[in-house]
């Protein structure tokens, strides 16, 4: 079952990482960096959003296979295969 | 990283009462210092304990700065708490981090505030002495409200938090813990009945008939730690069920040191309260365990305060 919008999709994902400080670190990083409304952003605008996440998210931790986990599940979602980047997580235990 | 970088770390937090709170925090701590550490040694206490007045000042000294030092600590710690309430007060989790934060601030003043009560007490109490019963009960009182209003707003706060959470079976973890409680309970309540309630030891301590010894010290006292512990238990949950492993992460600091201050301060509040029975103890292994417990406040308010600054980092990247 394919998630919600784009929006909804990257914050699901993120939750597993920020918890309930996933969408304030969302929203911070698409209306500073892509100057949009969260809830508007679209599939041409993932890689450069994947990118400041990822970039931000290095901030937060030393812990390079977090960082990259959380970037591969992010592209799963740009390539359109969303249950997948929601799934993977399980299948990397 | 981002452009709201700035406003992030401004928090909002009212600098005016900042700077209010931190200037009385000093002001009471340096009084307290220079009356503690200026006049001469008690000579009662000297012979009590068959010291010199340099052999006092050897044992004392260390442990009124290290008790400074644990109150720079809760300062230090109850501040990044507060700066990141600020910055996510208009979330869900915001507020109930206001509370936690509003908790530790008011702890923080307090521990300052009745140690120079009880030490300007004492000094008046040499010169007159029909004033020791009333400056000894108003002197407990305080300590009580003071700690009782803190663990409240920490405990109203933590119980905010982990309704936040998924629900999850806490029955167990809340049994054994209520259970630790009870037993806890009985024994404190066991220490404060055997102890002489009508001689003049216990006198000493209180002034108050037994009836309202127990009616409004030991039952409230029982009853805000019952709160302070809840709140550490609250928050522990709320870090087990929560999602996100970087979130959980710095909670878990935040959590240890919640409970590391709140059990080492129910520990020193216990052992003031039934110390008539721990006045038989020498001089060295009561300032050993006041400096266990005060070493430990400050240790749990550095955890506090690791714990808000990596939480405040994920608002601010």
């Known amino acids: ?93 | 990283m981002s452009s709201q970088n700035h406003r992030a770390k401004s928090g909002g937090w009212d600098s005016y009462f900042k700077w209010v709170y931190v200037a009385a925090f000093i002001a009471l701590s340096a009084t307290y210092l220079g009356l503690t550490l200026i006049p001469a040694p008690d000579k009662a206490v000297l012979t009590q304990h068959h010291i010199t007045a340099s052999d006092y000042r050897w044992l004392v000294y260390p442990a009124v700065i290290l008790l400074a030092v644990s109150w720079i600590f809760g300062l230090v710690g109850s501040f990044r708490m507060k700066a990141y309430s600020n910055i996510i007060r208009k979330s869900s989790d915001g507020s109930a981090f206001n509370y936690i934060s509003a908790g530790f601030l008011l702890y923080t003043f307090v521990q300052p505030l009745s140690s120079l009560t009880a030490n300007v007490f004492g000094h008046i109490e040499k010169h007159v002495t029909g004033a020791v019963p009333t400056l000894t009960i108003i002197n407990n009182y305080i300590a009580i409200v003071g700690m009782g209003i803190a663990f409240v707003l920490i405990s109203v706060g933590a119980e905010r938090l982990s309704r936040l959470a998924k629900a999850g079976n806490e029955s167990l973890m809340e049994h054994l813990w209520v259970g630790a409680f009870i037993i806890f309970s009985s024994i404190y309540s066991y220490f404060i009945v055997i102890q002489p309630l009508h001689t003049p030891l216990a006198r000493r301590v209180y002034f108050l008939p037994p009836w309202l010894l127990i009616s409004t010290i030991a039952i409230p006292y029982l009853y805000i730690w019952y709160r302070g512990l809840n709140a550490a238990f609250r928050i522990f949950w709320y870090r087990r069920n929560i999602q996100g492993r970087l979130y959980r992460s710095a909670l878990s600091y935040l959590a240890g040191g919640t409970t590391v201050v709140i059990a080492s301060s129910i520990a020193t509040r216990t052992i003031t309260t039934i110390s008539a029975g721990l006045n038989r103890l020498s001089l060295t292994p009561l300032l050993f365990i006041v400096y266990g417990l005060i070493l430990l406040i400050a240790i749990g308010f550095v955890l506090i305060a690791i714990g808000a600054n990596k939480l405040r980092r994920i608002e601010e990247v």
Request: avoid cysteine; hydrophobic fraction near 35%.
């Open chain 1, 1 to 93: 079952m394919p998630a919600g919008s784009l929006k909804d999709q990257i914050l699901e994902i993120s939750q597993d990482y920020l918890g309930p400080a996933a969408e304030r670190f969302i929203d911070r990083q698409i209306s500073t960096h892509l100057k949009k409304s969260p809830d508007k952003i679209t599939r041409s605008d993932l890689k450069v959003l994947i990118d400041w996440l990822k970039l931000s998210f290095t901030l937060l931790t030393d812990d390079g296979r977090i960082v990259s986990e959380y970037a591969k599940r992010l592209q799963l979602v740009a390539q359109g295969k969303s249950q997948e980047a929601l799934d993977k997580k399980w299948n990397d235990g």
